[in-house]
């Protein structure tokens, strides 16, 4: 650790010092060397440092930082994330989750290098938010191998399924819920941690960077595979959304643009470009991802999205630490640069869509790569269909509230959905149980309210309500392409008492549109209830200076503001004095009586609301 705190204070001075010489960021030519050792998971951290330092588009964090102590490697090491962009599509790339495939992310960090230091280049991607991982496994990076090494004291219970050895752990068959009683999944840290980031990010697509080994398709060396982890012809991709024709427009796109350039770096007149070996790994995080797995109850939505892998010629050697970059190996590594780039302008410009999915077996030129019947070597689960993906379709609710309320102002609950698409309508039914009074209910990103919250007693201090929110922006439907999270409408009820208040969601349907793509055959219920803890009640208009009093010393700011009326255009901006928590208290904050006008009738009301 001590290594990695020098060159970070190292690499930050030089940043320093070469921002205060150029009047703008300045890269050394960052570029990867024949000759000289294949770029190690310290390098690859100083080059993140150096980027992040000089780059205002891009953001290093660790996971540690972001979700906690918990979420480093195995060792103890720093899991990495670079932020890129800030765009709408959100997409998640990643090398060497097999600590020994280095030559994924020597051609990774030539495309995060000209992001950084290219701006028209990163013009192109300003529609995208990247989350790049250019090491998954520090651990097995380090010491050249394929898994981690799960810590003695957390070898609990039997190895799950095709994850290999303690020692040798596969974080690509870790990502499992534990749903078949089948051994248990997320058994290294370095699995939970990522988990986190998947279900905070909600990636809209997944790229996977792997080596292959070697092989030859009619004759020639094939120094590209393209994979789906989910067998395509099997039982559970096609179940899955419309993400089998994505992942294969995706492949056949991407291969269609860098089949020139792949061809040029090696000098052979054939494609070399193949499929990868049908596989249906559900431990794998390209098909867990697909599979939308709610592990803990982390991922409530059960977020899923498309995902695919490359895979770049070379045996798994080709990763021994300080092993020196051979000519031929920065060729394959440049393929990934190539597929990288290829993948996000794909995203950008939607063109991939177009491409006819079928077209995706055009690319396997040996033949060798569809076996009629996946082999039990290519699985990792048997023999049925191993989760139910039924709760993947349709749009999903969850109502959430603040943890403390009533500090403030009004309780509010919130109202979201999730993986909706023209949505006309939501109807919903549930019951508010706490020291609550109701307000009412307003609708957000275009819904509104058909009518007033229908109110009937449920017993026990608790009260039954429903109403519908109906889609009213435009003459349209609510969002033309699926949500992943959209507020879409907010309760707001009086706190009347301390102690806790619950709304819990009990009945919620979406009515989309009939007839076309649109159909919620089921609309579910994924966090039910909300609860928020009423610290403090509500503060007395009256109270101006917040004190939790009515007193002279409110009557002494009332009267800073005599005289103003509603038309002066500093009547809510205007600020003579801060209330007791620093806070400023304006001139229409006086007009207790809501007359538009601070005069001797407000002055009374407050004198007789006088606490002591
Ligand atoms: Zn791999």
């Given at each position: 650790?001590?290594?990695?705190?020098?060159?970070?204070?190292?690499?930050?001075?030089l940043?320093?010092?070469?921002?205060?010489?150029?009047?703008?960021?300045?890269?050394?030519?960052?570029?990867?060397?024949?000759?000289?050792?294949?770029?190690?998971?310290?390098?690859?951290?100083?080059?993140?440092?150096?980027?992040?330092?000089?780059?205002?588009?891009?953001?290093l964090?660790?996971?540690?930082?972001?979700?906690?102590?918990?979420?480093?490697?195995?060792?103890?090491?720093?899991?990495?994330?670079?932020?890129?962009?800030?765009?709408?599509?959100?997409?998640?790339?990643?090398?060497?989750?097999?600590?020994?495939?280095?030559?994924?992310?020597?051609?990774?960090?030539?495309?995060?290098?000209?992001?950084?230091?290219?701006?028209?280049?990163?013009?192109?991607?300003?529609?995208?938010?990247?989350?790049a991982?250019?090491?998954?496994?520090?651990?097995?990076?380090?010491?050249?191998?394929?898994?981690?090494?799960?810590?003695?004291?957390?070898?609990?219970?039997?190895?799950?399924?095709?994850?290999?050895?303690?020692?040798n752990?596969?974080l690509?068959?870790?990502?499992?819920?534990?749903?078949r009683?089948?051994?248990?999944?997320?058994g290294?840290?370095?699995?939970?941690?990522?988990?986190?980031?998947?279900?905070?990010?909600?990636?809209?697509?997944?790229?996977?960077?792997?080596?292959?080994?070697?092989?030859?398709?009619?004759?020639?060396?094939?120094?590209?595979?393209?994979?789906?982890?989910?067998?395509?012809?099997?039982?559970?991709?096609?179940?899955?959304?419309?993400?089998?024709?994505?992942?294969?427009?995706?492949?056949?796109?991407?291969?269609?643009?860098?089949?020139?350039?792949?061809?040029?770096?090696?000098?052979?007149?054939?494609?070399?470009?193949d499929?990868?070996?049908?596989?249906?790994?559900?431990?794998?995080?390209?098909?867990?991802?697909?599979?939308?797995?709610?592990?803990?109850?982390?991922?409530?939505?059960?977020?899923?999205?498309?995902?695919?892998?490359?895979?770049?010629?070379?045996?798994?050697?080709?990763?021994?630490?300080?092993?020196?970059?051979?000519?031929r190996?920065?060729?394959?590594?440049?393929?990934?640069?190539f597929?990288?780039?290829?993948?996000?302008k794909?995203?950008?410009?939607?063109?991939?869509?177009?491409?006819?999915?079928?077209?995706?077996?055009?690319?396997?030129?040996?033949?060798?790569?569809?076996?009629?019947?996946?082999?039990?070597?290519?699985?990792?689960?048997n023999?049925a269909?191993?989760?139910?993906?039924?709760?993947?379709?349709?749009?999903?609710?969850?109502?959430?509230?603040?943890?403390?309320?009533?500090?403030?102002?009004?309780?509010?609950?919130?109202?979201?959905?999730?993986?909706?698409?023209?949505?006309?309508?939501?109807?919903?039914?549930?019951?508010?149980d706490g020291?609550?009074?109701?307000?009412?209910?307003?609708?957000?990103?275009?819904?509104?309210?058909?009518?007033?919250?229908?109110?009937?007693?449920?017993?026990s201090?608790?009260?039954?309500?429903a109403?519908?929110?109906?889609?009213?922006?435009?003459?349209?439907?609510?969002?033309s392409?699926?949500?992943?999270?959209?507020?879409?409408?907010?309760?707001?009820?009086?706190?009347?008492?301390?102690?806790?208040?619950?709304?819990?969601?009990?009945?919620?349907?979406?009515?989309?549109?009939?007839?076309?793509?649109t159909?919620?055959?089921?609309?579910?219920?994924?966090?039910?209830?909300?609860?928020?803890?009423?610290?403090q009640?509500?503060?007395?208009?009256?109270?101006?200076?917040?004190?939790?009093?009515?007193?002279?010393?409110?009557?002494?700011?009332?009267?800073?503001?005599?005289?103003?009326?509603?038309?002066?255009?500093?009547?809510?901006?205007?600020?003579?004095?801060?209330?007791?928590?620093?806070?400023?208290?304006?001139?229409?904050?006086?007009?207790?009586?809501?007359?538009?006008?601070?005069?001797?009738?407000?002055?009374?009301?407050?004198?007789?609301?006088?606490?002591?």
């Amino acid at each position: 650790m001590k290594r990695i705190k020098l060159q970070r204070q190292l690499a930050c001075w030089l940043v320093v010092i070469a921002m205060a010489m150029a009047p703008c960021a300045v890269f050394a030519d960052v570029k990867p060397v024949v000759g000289e050792p294949i770029w190690s998971w310290y390098s690859i951290v100083d080059q993140m440092i150096e980027i992040d330092a000089a780059s205002d588009d891009i953001e290093l964090f660790t996971l540690e930082e972001k979700y906690g102590p918990e979420c480093t490697s195995e060792a103890g090491l720093p899991l990495y994330v670079l932020k890129m962009g800030s765009g709408e599509n959100i997409i998640w790339i990643q090398a060497q989750i097999h600590g020994n495939e280095k030559l994924t992310t020597v051609g990774f960090m030539e495309f995060i290098w000209q992001y950084a230091e290219d701006l028209a280049f990163r013009a192109q991607f300003e529609d995208l938010t990247i989350y790049a991982i250019p090491v998954y496994n520090p651990d097995g990076s380090i010491r050249g191998q394929r898994g981690t090494v799960v810590d003695p004291s957390r070898r609990i219970g039997t190895l799950p399924n095709g994850t290999g050895s303690w020692t040798n752990y596969d974080l690509n068959r870790d990502w499992k819920a534990n749903v078949r009683g089948e051994g248990y999944a997320f058994g290294a840290k370095e699995s939970v941690a990522y988990y986190l980031l998947f279900c905070d990010i909600m990636p809209d697509f997944m790229l996977d960077l792997h080596h292959q080994g070697t092989k030859t398709t009619n004759g020639w060396p094939v120094t590209m595979t393209f994979g789906i982890s989910l067998y395509v012809d099997g039982e559970t991709l096609p179940f899955i959304k419309d993400y089998r024709a994505r992942e294969m427009q995706m492949q056949k796109y991407v291969h269609d643009q860098i089949l020139p350039d792949v061809k040029g770096l090696f000098g052979y007149p054939n494609p070399n470009i193949d499929l990868y070996t049908a596989i249906d790994i559900y431990g794998g995080l390209t098909s867990a991802v697909p599979l939308g797995i709610n592990y803990n109850g982390l991922n409530p939505y059960n977020h899923s999205c498309p995902a695919v892998f490359y895979e770049n010629e070379q045996q798994h050697n080709g990763g021994i630490p300080h092993a020196n970059l051979t000519e031929r190996w920065a060729n394959v590594a440049r393929q990934n640069y190539f597929g990288v780039t290829s993948f996000c302008k794909a995203i950008v410009s939607g063109e991939y869509l177009s491409v006819d999915p079928e077209t995706y077996w055009d690319i396997n030129y040996g033949a060798s790569s569809r076996p009629a019947v996946i082999s039990a070597g290519n699985r990792d689960w048997n023999p049925a269909i191993p989760l139910d993906v039924s709760n993947l379709n349709g749009v999903r609710a969850g109502i959430k509230a603040d943890a403390v309320s009533g500090i403030e102002g009004d309780v509010e609950y919130t109202l979201e959905i999730y993986g909706a698409e023209d949505v006309l309508a939501l109807e919903l039914e549930f019951v508010i149980d706490g020291p609550l009074a109701g307000i009412g209910v307003e609708g957000i990103n275009g819904f509104e309210p058909m009518a007033d919250i229908f109110w009937t007693y449920a017993g026990s201090g608790a009260w039954k309500g429903a109403v519908t929110l109906k889609y009213e922006a435009g003459d349209s439907t609510g969002f033309s392409k699926p949500t992943k999270l959209a507020d879409v409408a907010k309760f707001a009820f009086a706190p009347t008492g301390l102690g806790d208040a619950a709304m819990k969601l009990t009945s919620f349907r979406a009515v989309g549109l009939e007839g076309e793509t649109t159909r919620y055959l089921a609309s579910r219920i994924a966090i039910p209830e909300a609860l928020t803890t009423i610290e403090q009640l509500v503060w007395s208009k009256y109270d101006l200076n917040k004190d939790n009093s009515v007193d002279a010393l409110d009557l002494g700011i009332m009267l800073l503001y005599c005289g103003f009326n509603s038309d002066s255009p500093d009547w809510d901006t205007l600020v003579k004095v801060n209330d007791s928590r620093g806070r400023p208290v304006t001139a229409s904050m006086c007009d207790v009586n809501s007359d538009g006008v601070i005069d001797m009738l407000d002055l009374i009301d407050l004198f007789i609301h006088y606490t002591k």
